[in-house]
């Protein structure tokens, strides 16, 4: 089983996008999903998470401020509305859900059922 990300598209700096994250069937209604992104030649970095309940959201330094991590349970969703968006945050964009609950929110290996991506390109 994997999620769904999509809304990506190309934007000029200081724009904005809205990514979604969808869960077929409701599978992961009780787990934290994360956003991560990945540039080209980089890793893999955390951008966002939230918990289960949507009350408690988690964010990389970079982004703090100008992103927001939401969620619709009912349309087993999760949103990631991108304001003031830098050439820096161009990559592609992958959510996943978080299967281990010993390692916190900003680990990569935390999670699993990755979607498959969805490119932001941010020009200057």
């Known amino acids: 089983v994997q999620l769904q990300a999509s809304g990506g598209g190309l934007v000029q700096a200081g724009g904005s996008l809205q990514l979604a994250c969808t869960a077929p069937?409701?599978?992961?209604?009780?787990?934290?999903i994360g956003w991560f992104r990945q540039a080209p030649g980089k890793g893999r970095e955390f951008v966002a998470a939230v918990t289960d309940s949507g009350r408690v959201t988690y964010y990389a330094g970079s982004v703090k401020g100008r992103f927001t991590i939401s969620r619709d349970r009912p349309k087993s969703t999760t949103y990631l509305q991108m304001n003031l968006l830098k050439p820096d945050d161009t990559a592609v964009y992958y959510c996943?859900?978080?299967?281990?609950?010993?390692?916190?929110?900003?680990?990569?290996?935390?999670?699993?059922?990755w979607g498959q991506g969805t490119q932001v390109t941010v020009s200057s």
């Open positions: 996943g859900v978080k299967v281990n609950f010993l390692k916190n929110e900003s680990e990569e290996r935390a999670y699993k059922h």
């Open positions: 069937l409701r599978t992961f209604d009780y787990n934290t």
